[in-house]
């Protein structure tokens, strides 16, 4: 076990010479796993990397900033969202079937998947722990003004809240309203306002001068 | 999908008494080496063919330590659940944490160099079906009751019984109980379905929510 340890080239120095149980637990699954041949030790390692670096909420910035800046992107996104984020090559796992749904003055929409963690991982990356956890799969169906102050925003009492519940394959993605001040910014500047929370439905674009 | 009968500790729509949801500033991607390697052995493995997502699914949420369990921790196991029930991994295995008997054929091996395209083609559920389509936008439809351990279903509790409207149309797809219990993609029309707060929970909810959830065609009954 420790020479195994030692195999690992992380951080964990003589301070860290004990195993938690889950890296214990998975360590031994993936050594069992690549002995057996059912997987490639240098997949993990691409499949990781492709996690940590490529995928994430930058994408979905991309797509909403394009949607606000461009008027026939905007109502292509509406009508074929999987077909509009693939024309910015983000496809694939977890986003095969993608629905573009959008704010206004008065509607507010929020995603959630109260089954299990179902999220659109081509444009916004891995989900947060928050979003998987039972408090926000429990909340946002029932209360979703009350998970909107557990993140610190407010709604006009009467707009209307439309909450999904990603039950199947289908995913979705906020298009959260465009921030007031923003006229005749680029896309490129646009991206800046789109923050995850907003294309999840917990939080709203950043006003242009909290960026600024 | 013995005779022991099902239980889903997952299903937590609604529920009260759960907390406040508690996000947090400038969260990594990972919290702890083991969880990238949990993700990556997931991932790695549901690209073997050796199961499907819907039985990935119903391993994960029939774990009765669910509640108190880390999302990758309620990953892990419901792999190791999946390669035990297989014969893909042993007691024997396990116990030497080594590969101690000889491995089982798999359809597929995901190799490092195949990983971009694996993931950008994903795993569409999109089919054909013979049957017609059933209900269409502006339709009111109610949802089938359905016993409290059915197996694996995505017709959420906090949302059986009820009276909503069809407001989206998505063709056919693989219908995900039909594919958990392995009998096959049988596909069937999905719709989404949104129901008023007040229908779901009660006179004292909020007038101004809704909520959808993503629905088969067997869920659904003319209302």
Same mark, same amino acid.
């Given at each position: 076990?420790?020479?195994?340890?030692h195999?690992?080239?992380?951080?964990h120095?003589?301070?860290?010479?004990?195993?938690?149980?889950?890296?214990a637990?998975?360590?031994?699954?993936?050594?069992?796993?690549?002995?057996?041949?059912?997987?490639?030790?240098?997949?993990?390692?691409?499949?990781?990397?492709?996690?940590?670096?490529?995928?994430?909420?930058?994408?979905?910035?991309?797509v909403?900033?394009?949607?606000w800046?461009?008027?026939?992107?905007?109502?292509?996104?509406?009508?074929?969202?999987?077909?509009?984020?693939?024309?910015?090559? /983000?496809?694939g796992?977890?986003?095969?079937?993608?629905?573009?749904?959008?704010n206004?003055?008065?509607?507010?929409?929020?995603?959630?998947?109260?089954?299990?963690?179902?999220?659109?991982?081509?444009?916004?990356?891995?989900?947060?722990?928050?979003?998987?956890?039972a408090?926000?799969?429990?909340?946002?169906?029932?209360?979703?003004?009350?998970?909107?102050?557990?993140?610190?925003?407010?709604?006009?009492?009467?707009?209307?809240?439309?909450?999904?519940?990603?039950?199947?394959?289908?995913?979705?993605?906020?298009l959260?309203?465009?921030?007031?001040g923003?006229?005749?910014?680029?896309?490129?500047?646009l991206?800046?306002?789109?923050?995850?929370?907003?294309?999840i439905?917990?939080g709203?674009?950043?006003?242009?001068?909290?960026?600024? | 999908?013995?005779?022991?009968?099902?239980?889903?500790?997952?299903?937590?729509g609604?529920?009260?008494?759960?907390?406040n949801?508690?996000?947090?500033?400038?969260e990594?991607?990972?919290?702890?080496?083991?969880?990238?390697?949990?993700?990556?052995?997931?991932?790695?493995?549901?690209?073997?063919?050796?199961?499907?997502?819907?039985?990935?699914?119903?391993?994960?949420?029939?774990?009765?330590?669910?509640?108190?369990?880390?999302?990758?921790?309620?990953?892990?196991?419901?792999?190791?659940?999946?390669?035990a029930?297989?014969?893909?991994?042993?007691?024997?295995?396990?116990?030497?944490?080594?590969?101690?008997?000889?491995?089982?054929?798999?359809?597929r091996?995901?190799?490092?160099?195949?990983?971009?395209?694996?993931?950008?083609?994903?795993?569409?559920?999109?089919?054909?079906?013979?049957?017609?389509?059933?209900?269409?936008v502006?339709?009111?439809?109610?949802?089938?009751?359905?016993?409290?351990?059915i197996?694996?279903?995505?017709?959420?509790r906090?949302?059986?019984?009820?009276?909503?409207?069809?407001?989206?149309?998505?063709?056919?797809?693989? /219908?995900?109980?039909?594919?958990?219990?392995?009998?096959?993609?049988?596909?069937?029309?999905?719709?989404?379905?949104? /129901?008023?707060?007040h229908?779901l929970?009660?006179?004292?909810?909020?007038?101004?929510?809704?909520?959808?959830?993503?629905?088969?065609?067997?869920?659904?009954?003319?209302?």
């Amino acid at each position: 076990m420790h020479d195994d340890h030692h195999h690992h080239d992380h951080d964990h120095d003589h301070d860290h010479s004990e195993l938690s149980p889950m890296d214990a637990r998975v360590r031994a699954l993936e050594t069992i796993l690549v002995e057996k041949g059912y997987v490639d030790p240098a997949a993990l390692d691409v499949l990781i990397e492709t996690y940590e670096t490529k995928v994430g909420p930058h994408n979905g910035a991309r797509v909403v900033a394009k949607a606000w800046a461009d008027p026939a992107y905007h109502a292509r996104l509406l009508k074929d969202a999987t077909s509009a984020i693939g024309e910015l090559g /983000f496809v694939g796992r977890q986003g095969e079937h993608m629905v573009a749904v959008e704010n206004t003055s008065g509607t507010h929409n929020m995603v959630v998947c109260t089954l299990c963690s179902c999220y659109p991982w081509p444009v916004l990356g891995l989900p947060p722990v928050w979003y998987k956890s039972a408090p926000y799969r429990a909340k946002a169906v029932r209360d979703p003004r009350g998970v909107l102050a557990d993140f610190g925003v407010t709604l006009p009492a009467g707009k209307e809240i439309k909450v999904w519940d990603s039950t199947a394959e289908v995913r979705y993605l906020v298009l959260p309203e465009r921030p007031a001040g923003t006229e005749g910014w680029d896309e490129a500047r646009l991206a800046t306002l789109v923050t995850r929370d907003s294309m999840i439905g917990t939080g709203l674009a950043s006003a242009p001068e909290a960026v600024a | 999908m013995s005779g022991a009968a099902y239980v889903n500790h997952a299903d937590l729509g609604g529920r009260l008494g759960l907390g406040n949801v508690e996000p947090e500033a400038n969260e990594p991607w990972f919290h702890a080496d083991w969880e990238k390697r949990a993700l990556a052995l997931t991932l790695a493995m549901g690209a073997t063919g050796a199961w499907t997502i819907d039985q990935s699914r119903a391993a994960r949420e029939q774990q009765p330590g669910y509640l108190g369990m880390s999302y990758y921790e309620v990953w892990t196991g419901g792999m190791e659940r999946l390669l035990a029930d297989r014969g893909l991994v042993t007691a024997a295995d396990t116990a030497a944490g080594h590969a101690v008997d000889p491995a089982k054929p798999l359809p597929r091996k995901l190799l490092a160099e195949n990983v971009p395209a694996t993931l950008a083609r994903g795993g569409p559920t999109g089919r054909e079906t013979g049957e017609a389509q059933r209900f269409h936008v502006g339709d009111r439809v109610r949802t089938v009751e359905m016993p409290e351990q059915i197996g694996h279903t995505r017709l959420p509790r906090y949302v059986r019984g009820k009276t909503g409207t069809v407001v989206l149309t998505h063709g056919a797809h693989v /219908f995900a109980d039909s594919s958990a219990a392995g009998t096959g993609e049988a596909p069937q029309w999905l719709y989404t379905v949104r /129901f008023s707060a007040h229908d779901l929970f009660g006179p004292e909810a909020d007038p101004s929510v809704s909520v959808s959830v993503d629905a088969w065609d067997s869920y659904l009954m003319p209302a």
